[in-house]
């Protein structure tokens, strides 16, 4: 019954990679995506293509998308990067495509930079996904039936709930499932953001203000000296 409420499911795993390159090394932020994840989503990358069933394959040469917030800093935006490698951790991938500015999800609460197919995924972390109650940074997105009621998908959301924490009372006891339009969490993803923008912008403006004052203070010593 809950699966007649749903026209779609994709999951993304949210996972630190290390890219070795010529103009940058270091720490990217990777998601691993099953199969259908950018059809639930409808973009069309900006350049090259998205990932396909093919890329899914056991045997498939290892893909990867970037974003185009990754291809402009690290890759200096050269159009002619679709086709070639990245060495990623131990492993070579190949650039398929690269996404618009205006598709940022996941959000992570840092930006993401590139997008791979879930069957790519390290072992370690395959195995953890395995363990009951695990944590970590994942994303679930479901798109309604035609017809279907939000209230009814979160009805349903929390009779799974239920039904775990029952089975498994040592790891799902006390845990809920919510049901967030993706607009929405768009928003507050933007929201915060610009709060941590605001917060530097007042502790920036605190910090010339303290200066200023004590530049005031220091004059009116110096004055009272000559006096």
Do not use: H
């Not at 293509?49 to 974003?67: I, M, N, T």
């Not at 940022?104 to 996904?129: C, H, K, M, T, V």
């Not at 994942?138 to 239920?162: C, F, H, Y």
């Amino acid at each position: 019954a809950e699966s007649a409420l749903f026209d779609g499911l994709a999951y993304a795993r949210g996972v630190p990679v290390t890219y070795r390159g010529e103009g940058y090394s270091g720490l990217l932020l990777g998601a691993f995506v099953t199969e259908g994840f950018f059809d639930l989503l409808g973009t069309p990358a900006a350049l090259g293509r998205l990932l396909v069933s093919e890329d899914y394959a056991p045997q498939a040469e290892a893909a990867a998308l970037l974003s185009e917030r990754a291809w402009r800093s690290y890759f200096g935006s050269d159009p002619a990067i679709i086709g070639t490698t990245l060495t990623i951790g131990e492993r070579l991938f190949t650039v398929v495509g690269v996404m618009p500015q205006s598709f940022a999800y996941p959000d992570w609460g840092a930006d993401n930079d590139l997008w791979f197919p879930i069957s790519q995924l390290p072992e370690a972390e395959r195995a953890a996904l395995n363990q009951r109650a695990f944590g970590a940074d994942s994303r679930v997105l479901a798109r309604i039936g035609q017809g279907a009621d939000p209230s009814e998908a979160r009805l349903a959301l929390g009779n799974i709930a239920n039904g775990l924490a029952a089975a498994y009372p040592e790891a799902y006891a006390g845990w809920t499932i919510a049901l967030d339009p993706l607009k929405e969490l768009e928003i507050r993803a933007v929201r915060a953001r610009l709060l941590v923008l605001w917060g530097a912008a007042l502790l920036v403006l605190a910090m010339c203000c303290l200066n200023l004052s004590n530049l005031y203070l220091v004059q009116g010593t110096s004055r009272r000296r000559e006096y």
